[in-house]
Nanobody
């Protein structure tokens, strides 16, 4: 079955960095667009970044220049390097894939940016 497992979240001070990873299984990873989304308390889930099978990327305006999405098709992983973190980046971050059979999400990983 399709599985997405995120890791790498934690507590970081403003200005710091974190790297999130998502391990995917149960589908042909290299064929599909992968995405990172986030949901802050009391807010709707929002798109952070996507990466196509050909590694073209797209970012939310709020993270452009600070976050970098990448993928390793040999390892079936997608990563999100987050630099210059701000308190407003605090959220649960989710890995996402849309397949012909449906849309799938990981369990999420908490990122907290606070001094």
């Amino acid at each position: 079955q399709v599985q997405l497992v995120e890791s790498g979240g934690g507590l970081v001070q403003p200005g710091g960095s974190l790297r999130l990873s998502c391990a995917a299984s149960g589908f042909i990873f290299r064929f599909y667009v992968m995405g990172w989304y986030r949901q802050a308390p009391g807010k709707q889930r929002e798109l952070v970044a996507t990466i196509t099978s050909g590694s073209s990327t797209n970012y939310a305006d709020s993270v452009k220049g600070r976050f970098t999405i990448s993928r390793d098709n040999a390892k079936n992983t997608v990563s999100l390097q987050m630099n210059s973190l701000k308190p407003e980046d605090t959220a649960v971050y989710y890995c996402n894939v849309r397949l012909p059979i449906g849309e799938f999400w990981g369990q999420g990983t908490q990122v907290t940016v606070s001094s």
